[in-house]
C-alpha cells in the first residue's frame, strides 16, 4: 500500500494509509484543529493565535502571540505579575 499522499510504500496497515511523516502532520493538525492552550495565560486560542515555530513539534509557537508580545515588551517581574493575573483569568476555563 502507498501512502495517501505521496508515493512511500506504508508496510504496516495504518488508519488513515499515511508514511510516517504524513501521519505525523495528521495527527498534528487533529491536535490543533480545535485550537491549543496556552501554558501560559492558560487561555485556550485558536491556532491562528499562535505565531509558527518550526523547531516546535506542532509547527507553532507555544505560547500564544499575545503572551509572546508581553514577554518581549515587559521586565521580567511585570510580566510575571501581569501572566499570574491572566491566570487567574483563565483558570476557570482549563
Ligand atoms: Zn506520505
Ligand atoms: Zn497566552
Request: glycine letters at 4%.
Amino acid at each position: 500500500m502507498k501512502c495517501l499522499l505521496c508515493p512511500i510504500e506504508v508496510y504496516e496497515f495504518r488508519e488513515p494509509n499515511l508514511c510516517d511523516t504524513h501521519l505525523k502532520e495528521d495527527i498534528r493538525r487533529r491536535r490543533n484543529v480545535h485550537g491549543k492552550r496556552c501554558p501560559s495565560c492558560y487561555a485556550h486560542k485558536p491556532v491562528i493565535e499562535y505565531d509558527r515555530n518550526a523547531r516546535q513539534w506542532d509547527g507553532l509557537q507555544s505560547y500564544c502571540r499575545a503572551c509572546n508580545g508581553l514577554r518581549r515588551t515587559l521586565d521580567l517581574s511585570t510580566w510575571h505579575t501581569v501572566r499570574d493575573a491572566l491566570r487567574k483569568a483563565n483558570a476557570d476555563k482549563v
